[in-house]
DNA sequence: ATCCCGAGGG
DNA sequence: CCCTCTGGAT
């Protein structure tokens, strides 16, 4: 059924996925925990005063504070963007990298800001997976871990990787929509009447 | 008032 | 595992 919802479902399409990969890259570590929305709102000011690598990697994180404070968590993602800058300079060479090893290690990246810079920036086969996606595949009876990593692996077993991008795209979707963690729209839910979990709010 | 999301640190 | 950090949703 995976594999039905992964081809089934609307494109989600990405607000950051015309920018460059330096945008793309600091654009994402803004997203965690808000919507494409609000940092797409601080983006064209942010991007103005400072360009590329260089310029960001010597701001000064008060002014950069003032730029993004409407994405919440303004301290850290003011320290974190300043220093991913900084690494993709000094570490990369100042391109950003293609490998979930290395991006990982970029600050503000986890696995599932690095899964999304795979898929947009490289087209590299991703399973990407956050609170949505694995609530989805664990109402649905594919993988009973909570440990991202565990559950990608038992996705990973179940679909061929031509469809992991879709997958990771549209079962994040689902969760948003329909598969909410609280109280589940099971009512409005295409798939409720193949779902283990439907009604139970489990 | 409480929950929800991602990253990072203890 | 535990917890913090913001803002928005309920």
């Known amino acids: 059924m995976l594999d039905v919802l992964a081809r089934e479902y609307p494109e989600t399409p990405s607000l950051l996925s015309h920018r460059s990969p330096f945008e793309?890259?600091?654009?994402?570590i803004l997203s965690a925990q808000t919507t494409?929305?609000?940092?797409?709102?601080v983006l064209p000011a942010l991007f103005s005063r400072y360009p590329g690598p260089p310029e960001l990697a010597a701001a000064v994180p008060a002014e950069v504070e003032k730029i993004i404070h409407s994405v919440g968590f303004f301290r850290r993602k003011a320290l974190n963007i300043i220093g991913a800058a900084?690494?993709?300079?000094d570490v990369q060479?100042?391109?950003i990298p293609a490998t979930m090893d290395e991006l990982v290690r970029i600050p503000g990246v986890g696995r599932k800001s690095a899964g999304?810079?795979?898929l947009h920036v490289y087209d590299k086969p991703?399973?990407?997976v956050d609170t949505h996606f694995g609530r989805v595949v664990r109402r649905l009876g594919y993988s009973d871990v909570r440990d991202p990593v565990r559950l990608e692996r038992d996705v990973a077993a179940i679909l061929p990787p031509?469809?992991?991008n879709s997958a990771s795209m549209r079962l994040n979707y689902?969760?948003?929509r329909y598969c909410f963690a609280r109280k589940p729209a099971c009512g409005n839910c295409p798939v409720a009447a193949l779902c283990p979990s439907a009604g139970t709010s489990g």
Request: avoid cysteine; glycine fraction near 14%.
């Open 36 to 41: 494409d929305e609000q940092v797409n709102a």
């Open 93 to 95: 060479g100042g391109t």
């Open 24 to 28: 793309l890259l600091i654009g994402v």
């Open 174 to 176: 689902h969760g948003r």
């Open 116 to 118: 999304v810079i795979l």
């Open 162 to 164: 031509e469809l992991w």
């Open 126 to 128: 991703a399973i990407i």
């Open 86 to 89: 900084a690494h993709v300079r």
